[in-house]
């Protein structure tokens, strides 16, 4: 490290080094700005680079580069680049809209994103919206970590949970109980059946397809028409729209390829937003108790305490993984005929106080 001094009178702090046989020059700032021991502090800096393999004036120009850096530029490139691989186009939305209402601003500098904001942002959520909270925490983390590889920000990540957040926040186990969806009791499924047919739209078929096969609403709001197998009566449903991220096939009761048959070819069955059953179920229909997804665990519940059909039957029925490979080929080929007795005992029951004509 030198004081470099200018025939004008002015001086200044330069490091001067060898890469790969060149002599470099990097300044280390004005000597009327930083003082010795600064200069010194930035000299060690500039040694721990040159230790680690790296060039510092390289360094220092990408550092100037990201500058102007913002928040919202850093969410948009981590989506961009990673978004192909996550399942569905809903985990994009899902990322953008957490990160919209709940994380930083996005016109914010990303050198200002501390842990002091962070906790700004996670603090009114964390009691309240647990669940939530922890996503934002983790997205949040990894967007930071992203930025940190490409020398855009530098030090501790703010976000991190282990030995930096968990010493300032409760543990999400400890504020927030596990809550299962709210499902309508199976003995009020005819009745309510009889109630939805009355309705018209695509709501209405949506919600009964989605009963009758126990499906999730991701699954249902996600088909199109080259999984359905009419004819054979199978609904092959692709990894890509699975939770477990694996291909699942269930048979198709005659009520559900009613329903099927019923709809128009031109776009995609049950082309709907997240919301659009839930909305018809508790807004319209008033059952605030109940939810979509809840009607799995009525399933479960109706075919666990009232017909005889066994535990795995069930549990392939609703798609749960199965870790065995063996138990796994065996419930896609002699388990579909007796899933399919399943589900036709679970169409019957749903519209067993349908007028028979």
Aim: aromatic letters at 8%; proline letters at 5%; hydrophobic letters at 40%.
């Amino acid at each position: 490290m030198y004081l470099l001094v200018a025939p004008s009178g002015s001086a200044s702090w330069v490091y001067r080094y060898r890469r790969q046989t060149r002599l470099r020059e990097m300044g280390l700032g004005s000597a009327q700005v930083y003082t010795l021991s600064e200069a010194r502090a930035a000299a060690v800096i500039v040694r721990k680079q040159l230790a680690d393999g790296m060039d510092p004036l390289t360094e220092k120009r990408a550092g100037r580069a990201v500058a102007g850096r913002t928040w919202g530029q850093a969410v948009d490139d981590y989506i961009d680049t990673h978004k192909s691989a996550w399942k569905t186009a809903a985990q994009e939305l899902q990322w953008r809209q957490s990160l919209t209402d709940y994380g930083p601003d996005r016109a914010m500098p990303l050198s200002a994103i501390n842990t002091d904001l962070v906790l700004s942002c996670l603090r009114p959520i964390w009691n309240d919206k647990t669940e939530t909270a922890t996503r934002v925490r983790g997205r949040i983390e990894r967007i930071w970590s992203a930025e940190k590889v490409k020398h855009a920000v530098a030090g501790e990540n703010p976000a991190r949970w282990r030995g930096h957040l968990d010493a300032l926040l409760p543990r999400p186990s400890k504020v927030s109980k596990v809550r299962h969806h709210p499902a309508m009791e199976y003995g009020d499924v005819p009745a309510f059946w009889s109630v939805l047919c009355a309705r018209s739209g695509i709501a209405r078929v949506a919600l009964q397809f989605t009963i009758l096969t126990a499906a999730r609403t991701q699954e249902v709001t996600l088909a199109t028409w080259d999984e359905f197998d009419l004819e054979g009566g199978f609904w092959d449903r692709p990894a890509a729209h699975m939770k477990a991220g694996v291909a699942h096939t269930i048979p198709l009761t005659p009520p559900a390829i009613a329903l099927l048959k019923g709809l128009p070819r031109e776009q995609p069955p049950f082309e709907l937003s997240e919301n659009t059953m839930l909305f018809l179920l508790q807004k319209d229909l008033g059952k605030l108790g109940a939810t979509v997804h809840g009607f799995r665990s009525t399933f479960r519940d109706w075919a666990g305490e009232t017909t005889h059909h066994p535990r795995e039957v069930i549990e392939h029925a609703l798609a749960h993984r199965i870790r065995d490979k063996s138990e796994a080929a065996y419930a896609r080929g002699t388990l579909i005929e007796k899933r399919r007795q399943l589900m036709v005992d679970w169409a019957a029951y749903c519209t067993s106080e349908m007028p028979k004509h």
